[in-house]
C-alpha cells in the first residue's frame, strides 16, 4: 500500500482540478513530462499532488497555444527563469511568424476568390551564356526558402571576400526532380564578369548555357509565385513549346522576380505577347 508522506489526489480528481483528460494525464506521464507522485505497485494506478496543479494547467495553455511537448519539456526544465522565458519568447516568435503566414495565404486565397487576375504578359528571351559562382544543393520544396537566402548570402560574402563583383541580378535553377519529387537539385547562382578558381566552401564557378525562355515577371509576395507558375506553364503548354531542362529564376528586385521556362528554341520572336495572343 502507499505510505502516507503527501496528500495523494486520484487520477481521475486530479483531472478535474487541472482540467485535463485522463487520457491526456497518462500520455504526459508516458512522455515524462508530467509524472504522477505516486503510483499504485500493484494496480499502477496514478496519483498526483495539488502541488501539481499550477505545472499541469501551464501545460494546459502551453498546448493552446500550440507549443509541441519538447518545446514544453524546455520550459519546464529550465534552469532558470531567465532561460524559461527565453523558451517562451521563442515559441511566440514562432507562433507570429505562422500567424503572418496565414494571413498572407488567407489574403492570397480571398483575392484568388474575389476576382480573376488579368493574364500577365509572356516574352520570348534568348538568355546568353553566364558565368557565375553557384552553389547547388537536394533542397526539400518546404524548405527552399531558408535555403535559397542562405546560400545567396554565402555566394555574396564570398564574392565581397575575393572581391568579385555581381553583373546581373541573383537566380536560381529548379530541375526536374525538385517539382516531381518534392526535393531534388537547385542550385543558387551570383553572374559575374569572369570565372573564379580556387574557391573555398560549397561555391563552385559554373557556366550557364544560352538557352531560349518564355519569361513571366513576377510582382508581390513570392508566397503568390504559384500564380506566376500556373500561368506562364498554362502558356506555354497552350503553345506546346516547353522543353525539358530546370526553369530558372531571376531576383530583379524587392518582392520582383523573372520566372524563365526553358522553350523549343526554334521560336524566334522576342516581342512581348499577351498569353491570349
Known sequence: MLQAVDVLVPIGEFSKMTYLSVKALRHYHDVGLLEPLAIEPTTGYRYYSP?????AQAIRRFRDLEMPLEHIRAVLDAPDVAARNRAIVDHLQRMRQQLERTQLTVASLQALLAETRPP???EHRLVERLSVLAI?????FDDCGGWLERALAELHELAAARGVVATGPDGA????????DGAGTVTAFMPIADSVDE???RATPLELSSAEFAVMVHEGSFDELDQTYGELGTYVTEHAIGLAGPIREHYTGEDRAEVCWPIDDRITESASISRRG
Do not use: K
Open 51 to 55: 502541488a501539481q496543479v499550477p505545472t
Open 120 to 122: 500577365g504578359s509572356v
Open 136 to 140: 547547388s544543393d537536394t533542397v526539400e
Open 173 to 180: 535553377l529548379y530541375h526536374e526532380e525538385f517539382f516531381h
Open 199 to 201: 574557391l573555398d566552401g
